[in-house]
């Protein structure tokens, strides 16, 4: 039986389940670079990273919208998704644990399709924001 | 700092054929268990037709194609000064196995704006288009590029 969300069963305020990521290891943004194909230094080498200033390596900031993306379709199912954004607002360290959060802010009935919107913000351990968001997704009526 | 000439200039298309195992990778790399982007069988019971692309699956063939690169060089940026300050994408159609997809970079605005601590900073949107091999819509990617200057 597949997963389903409708409409009607989505409130205003409702929230997302959470997300909890960590805590974080380099080795994952070594699997992330060969997967995405973003080969950045300051993500895989510690000495190029403190060569400009950091502590070490930090995460890519689309491997934490990832884990938001992860979040976000753990819940809604992948094929309702119409729009995901997110600005990037800290820099992500090994070590730290990210916890997705998100809530849903609007709903409507555009044309033919009934959109739901959502906010999204991750964080780490400290309460820190690396990234706030916004998605929207169309899902089915009931009947 | 960023060449403003450039501003609506389009780049080579990218063409990206979307392979099996790169969505799986992608999701592994993510550490998503969700069965549907690695088990085709999965994907199917959900009402896909096959594994599907997970949602931020397009920086694969825009940072394999060494398209972003190529944009910032253009543009006359200093890579050591670019922060990526938003990503956003616009989903038209689901994006599976075999795909394959032509991607049409094109610099839409590039704005001088000043922080709160007075740094002056370009802030250059970059747009990707892409099409599927029917020639429909399959999503937009809008990337903020931010160059401390």
Known sequence: MAHEVYYEDINVGDEMPELVKGPLQKLQHVMYAGASGDFNPLHTDDDFAKAVGLDGVIAHGMLIMGFVGQAITQWIPRKYLKKFGVRFAGMTKPGNTITVKGNVVDKLVEGSENIIRCEVLAQDENGDIKVTGHFEAALPLKG | MADKSKQGKEYPPIIWEVERGKIRELAKAIGDPNPIYQDRDAAILEGYKDTPAPPTFLT?????????????????????????????????????????????????????????????????????????????KVAKARSLLIERK
């Open chain 2, 60 to 136: 694969v063939p825009m940072m394999w194609s060494s398209s972003m690169p190529m944009v910032i060089n253009d543009l006359k940026i200093n890579f050591a000064n670019v922060l990526h300050g938003e990503e956003e994408y616009e989903y038209y159609k689901l994006i599976y196995p075999g795909d394959v997809l032509t991607g049409i970079p094109k610099v839409v605005s590039i704005e001088e704006k000043t922080s709160k601590s007075g740094r002056k900073m370009d802030m250059v949107t970059v747009e990707i288009l892409y099409t599927d091999q029917n020639g429909e």
